[in-house]
């Protein structure tokens, strides 16, 4: 087999393109998915049976169907009920909300984690319920649950191959059409593979730098 990694990588700049928009997609999804996952997360650790059995539908809806069902339900699905989103938007979207679904569970085990002993320190200061949610109860369920929450932001930001059936111009969409356009299918899958692994790998070790040094230091 004659290999031609030059013939792909003459090709940059829509490589580039197509890594740029997967960073976009996963940081937009990423800031979008996680504050709906604490509060998801917050709601099925409230006392309210009906909360929780409400935010439990949704919660088990995403994590009990493939993501790209959700895709194509936000972006075929959604017109038919006059909302219609670019395949950037539906793509935000849809990678937001299966990020929520699973990290609300994962929050919801780092909220029911702390000792309920704090939060009567906490009713003692006289703090009200979001005082005590935000300063009290948050940041150290968030630390005990980072490691977690990172793992599902890679797997949400890898899903987002999966945008390109929708036309979204990442990653993958820019090697398939690297692919068809050079007849190096294998040498364009082959470095895109290797795009995503250090994306994976940069991710992870940003997100532990972020765990350790910002928002959850004992």
């Known amino acids: 087999m004659n290999l031609d990694f030059v ?65 194509f339900f936000v972006f075929f699905g959604l017109p038919s009920l006059g909302l219609r989103l670019s395949p950037a938007q539906a793509s935000v979207l849809a990678m937001a909300a299966n990020l929520a679904g699973y990290s609300a569970e994962i929050v919801r085990a780092g ?17 009200s319920t979001r005082q005590s949610f935000v300063h009290v109860v948050l940041p150290p369920a968030l ?7 990172t793992g599902q932001i ?7 191959a999966v945008c390109s059936q929708i036309s979204t111009p990442e990653l993958s969409y820019a090697t398939y059409l690297i692919a068809s356009r050079s007849f190096r299918s294998f040498e364009a899958y082959a470095i895109a593979a290797v795009a995503y692994l250090l994306l994976a790998i940069a991710v992870r070790q940003l997100l532990a730098r972020i765990g350790k040094t910002l928002a959850f230091r004992s």
Request: proline content about 5%.
């Open 7 to 71: 013939a792909v990588l003459r090709q940059w700049p829509l490589l580039a393109s197509g890594l740029a928009w997967t960073v976009a997609l996963t940081l937009l999804s990423t800031v979008f998915g996680m504050v709906a996952g604490i509060l998801l997360g917050w709601a099925r650790a409230a006392r309210s049976p009906a909360l929780r059995a409400l935010t439990g539908v949704y919660v088990e809806a995403i994590r009990n169907t493939p993501f790209i069902v959700q895709l």
């Open 111 to 127: 909220i029911q984690s702390i000792p309920r002993g704090q939060l009567e320190a906490a009713a003692s200061l006289a703090l």
């Open 143 to 149: 630390r005990r649950v980072w490691p977690a929450l």
């Open 154 to 160: 890679i797997i949400v930001m890898l899903g987002s």
